[in-house]
Structures are given as C-alpha cells and as structure tokens.
C-alpha cells in the first residue's frame, strides 16, 4: 500500500496550581495539530516550597520522561510535522460550575482533530453530585465539538483512583461518543509513584518516570486502535472490515486533486463520501 498523508493532532495539559491558562507547544505554527488537557501530571511549573523545581510533568525526573513529551516521541515517529498544545485545565476541575469556557478559545480555534481530556485528580468527588459535573464535562466536550464538529476526542479518567469521579467520566463520554482510557489501576501499583523520592506527599503521590511511562502508553495504546489518519485538520478512520476497506470522513468535501479507482482483487468502501486531501493507492 501506498499512502500520501496530512496529519493534525493537539494535545493538552493537566494538573497545575496556576490559575493561568498557560499553553505551550512544540514545533512551528505550521505544523499539524493535537491537544491535551490536563493539570500538574501534564506540566507544573516550579514550586520551591514544596520541593519541586521542574517546569514539566510533576515528579518526572526531567521533561523528556513526562506523558506528554513520551506521547510526542510516538508522535512525531508517525509525522515530524505534528504540533502538539497542551495546557491546564485544573481550574475547571476546582470549580467546573464556576468555568468560563471563553479562557480556552484560543485552543478551541486551533480546530484540534484529536483531543485528549487527562484530568479527574482535582474533582471532588463529594461535589460532583451538588455542582452537577456530568453536565459541565459535557459541555466541556461540547464546547469542542460545536465549533468543530471532526474532533475527535479520548477521555482519560484519574490516575488516582476515583470510582464515582471515573464513573462520571465514563458516562458522559459514551452519551458523547468519546472513547475511554482507564488509568486508576495504575496508582495501586505504588512503583508507579515518586514515594519516597520527594518530602512533600502531594508531590511523590504523582506519577514517576515508570508511571508516566504508563500513562502514555495507556493512552497510546487507544490511538492505535483507530488507525488515524489526520488530513488538513479533519479527522478520519481507514481500517479493514470483512474484507472492504472502510475509510470514513465526516465532511462532504469533494476533492479534485485526487482521483481514486477501485483496485484489482480489492474491494473498498468509502463512508460519507468525500475524501478531502488524501490520495492512496491499494495493491493485492
């Protein structure tokens, strides 16, 4: 098989005392985009009076080994050309009710055509009840999806083990169609935390280089599933099924750069017709 393949991709950040929606990324604009929305596990900056002193991941022993920039090696290995955003959104998770979803336009304007919510760890669990949190996640993901309808979007619960907070999560990402990373098993295994490398517990409850390891694969892992496929910022699926080949686009975008013939000894169909920026080639 021949391909000829534009990525988009856009990653986010998780936990972080900042109150600042401080986003960075890592290649130049004109590359292809990806977020992810997190809090400190996704970059904290530093914080002396607690013995932390990186400005990545918190409790990874230097930037390289964090989640995100594990999950940008896997990415870039399929595209240089890939940008990956990712910013915190640990107001939210303090105060979801109270979130303005403005603070994040910027993002939003980005047109992500994958998205990876990594937050959970700073929901109360005993609040998600009286301030509604399946409604305000929601329309988090909403907020998304309205303006750009091809985002796809990966739901990743807590690292700590939250069951009610999970569940939540869970609930509302299966009435949003957005699949699921599960990551609370992890925290059982305490190898998988920085105990015992730093004095204050709230930072050695973080992951450490073994559990950011696992969080990306986890993640990782559920990418693969869909064998992306990112064509000028539309996100699409190629995959085999019974014997066709299903490409599916979720624009009706007629595309005359390409011309497409049904390959001998093959057969193919594509969903929703149009394909936009994506050229190929099938053989036996």
């Given at each position: 098989?021949?391909?000829?393949?534009?990525?988009?991709?856009?990653?986010?950040?998780?936990?972080a005392?900042?109150?600042?929606?401080?986003?960075?990324?890592?290649?130049?604009?004109?590359?292809?985009?990806?977020?992810?929305?997190?809090?400190?596990?996704?970059?904290?900056?530093?914080?002396?009076?607690?013995?932390?002193?990186?400005?990545?991941?918190?409790?990874?022993?230097?930037?390289?080994?964090?989640?995100?920039?594990?999950?940008?090696?896997?990415?870039?290995?399929?595209?240089?050309?890939?940008?990956?955003r990712?910013?915190?959104?640990?107001?939210?998770e303090?105060?979801?009710?109270?979130?303005?979803?403005?603070?994040?336009?910027?993002?939003?304007?980005?047109?992500?055509?994958?998205?990876?919510?990594?937050?959970?760890?700073?929901?109360?669990p005993?609040?998600?009840?009286?301030?509604d949190?399946?409604?305000?996640?929601?329309?988090?993901?909403?907020?998304?999806?309205?303006?750009?309808?091809?985002?796809?979007?990966?739901?990743?619960?807590?690292?700590?083990?939250?069951?009610?907070?999970?569940?939540?999560?869970?609930?509302v990402?299966?009435?949003?169609?957005c699949?699921?990373?599960?990551?609370?098993?992890?925290?059982?295994?305490?190898?998988?935390?920085?105990?015992?490398?730093?004095?204050?517990?709230?930072?050695?409850?973080?992951?450490?280089d073994?559990?950011?390891?696992?969080?990306?694969?986890?993640?990782?892992?559920?990418?693969?599933?869909?064998?992306?496929?990112?064509?000028?910022?539309?996100f699409?699926?190629?995959?085999?099924?019974?014997?066709h080949?299903?490409?599916?686009?979720?624009?009706?975008i007629?595309?005359?750069?390409?011309?497409?013939?049904?390959?001998?000894?093959?057969?193919y169909?594509?969903?929703?017709?149009?394909?936009?920026?994506?050229?190929?080639?099938?053989?036996?």
């Open positions: 098989m021949k391909y000829k393949i534009i990525f988009s991709l856009i990653i986010f950040k998780l936990l005392c900042s109150s600042e929606l401080n986003v960075k990324a890592d290649s130049p604009e004109n590359g292809v985009n990806i977020l992810i929305l997190g809090n400190s596990i996704t970059k904290h900056g530093p914080a002396p009076e607690i013995g932390w002193y990186g400005n990545w991941g918190m409790a990874a022993s230097e930037e390289s080994k964090d989640y995100v920039h594990i999950l940008m090696q896997y990415f870039h290995q399929m595209n240089p050309s890939i940008r990956v990712y910013a915190s959104i640990a107001d939210f303090r105060g979801y009710w109270n979130f303005n979803p403005s603070k994040l336009d910027s993002l939003r304007n980005k047109k992500s055509s994958l998205i990876i919510l990594r937050i959970g760890e700073n929901v109360d005993g609040n998600i009840g009286k301030y949190f399946k409604k305000y996640y929601s329309l988090l993901i909403r907020y998304f999806k309205n303006s750009n309808p091809n985002t796809k979007i990966i739901s990743v619960t807590s690292f700590w083990k939250k069951p009610s907070v999970d569940l939540a999560m869970e609930e990402s299966k009435d949003e169609f699949n699921v990373v599960k990551l609370g098993y992890l925290s059982a295994d305490s190898t998988n935390m920085a105990i015992g490398q730093y004095q204050n517990s709230g930072v050695a409850m973080h992951p450490n073994k559990g950011m390891a696992a969080i990306a694969n986890e993640i990782w892992e559920e990418v693969k599933t869909y064998n992306l496929y990112f064509t000028s910022g539309k699409n699926e190629m995959k085999f099924y019974q014997g080949l299903i490409f599916q686009n979720r624009e009706n007629q595309d005359k750069t390409c011309q497409y013939e049904k390959p001998n000894l093959l057969q169909t594509i969903l929703n017709t149009a394909v936009h920026s994506f050229c190929f080639e099938l053989s036996k």
